[in-house]
C-alpha cells in the first residue's frame, strides 16, 4: 500500500498509467536539463522538504549528476548558481554528508512566505559498500531510491532497502 502511494507520488501524469514509474533519460546536448529531470525536480517540490537524499540502489552506481542537474534546476527558478558549500564543522546529517559525498545547496521561493527557503541536495554513496550514508539517508526529510535500469541487481536494491528503511523513502527513480 506503502509502495503504490509513493510510486504515485514519483510518477507523473502522462498518456500511460499512474502505477508506471518515472524513468529518466539523459539530456541529449542541450543547455536545459532532459524534460524527465525538470518534471523530476517538480515532483519533489509537492513534498515539504529542506533535505532531499538521493540513494544509489547498486553497489557501483553514482547519482552525483542527478543530484546537481536537480541543483541547477532548482537554483534556475532564483537565477541562482548550484552551490557546493565549503566544508565546515560536522553539525547536522547535512553537513556530514559533504564529506560522504556531493552536497548541494538549492535557494527556492519557500510557500506563502517572503523568504527564500534553503534546500539541500544529497548525492550519497552505495550504502552497501558504503553505510556512512546511512544516517544521513534516514535523518532525511526525503529519500528517493535510484534504480539504473539493466544494471543494478535487484538483490542490491532490496538490501539498500533493509540497511535504510522502507518507510525513510518516499519513491524510486528508474534510471535508464
Do not use: Y
Not at 539530456?27 to 515539504?48: A, E, R, V, Y
Not at 548558481?81 to 559533504?98: G, I, W, Y
Not at 528517493?144 to 527513480?173: M, N, S, W, Y
Amino acid at each position: 500500500m506503502a509502495e503504490d502511494r509513493a510510486r504515485a507520488e514519483v510518477a507523473l501524469a502522462s498518456p500511460a498509467s499512474r502505477d508506471e514509474a518515472l524513468q529518466l533519460t539523459r539530456s541529449k546536448g542541450g543547455s536545459l536539463p532532459s524534460l524527465d529531470m525538470q518534471q523530476l525536480w517538480f515532483t519533489t517540490l509537492k513534498w515539504d522538504w529542506s533535505t532531499l537524499v538521493l540513494v544509489p540502489a547498486g553497489a557501483k552506481a553514482s547519482v552525483l549528476r542527478i543530484a546537481k542537474t536537480l541543483a541547477q534546476i532548482g537554483n534556475r527558478q532564483s537565477g541562482r548558481v548550484a552551490s557546493r558549500p565549503e566544508a565546515s564543522s560536522v553539525a547536522s546529517a547535512a553537513d556530514l554528508a559533504e564529506d560522504i559525498t556531493g552536497r548541494f545547496t538549492v535557494h527556492t521561493p519557500a510557500v506563502a512566505a517572503e523568504r527564500w527557503k534553503q534546500r539541500t541536495i544529497i548525492a550519497l554513496d552505495p550504502v552497501i559498500t558504503d553505510p556512512a550514508g546511512i544516517p544521513v539517508a534516514s535523518a532525511a526529510d526525503v529519500a528517493l531510491l535510484c534504480v539504473e535500469l539493466g544494471r543494478t541487481k535487484i538483490p542490491e536494491a532490496q538490501k539498500t532497502l533493509q540497511l535504510i528503511g522502507r518507510d525513510h523513502f518516499r519513491g524510486c527513480i528508474l534510471i535508464k
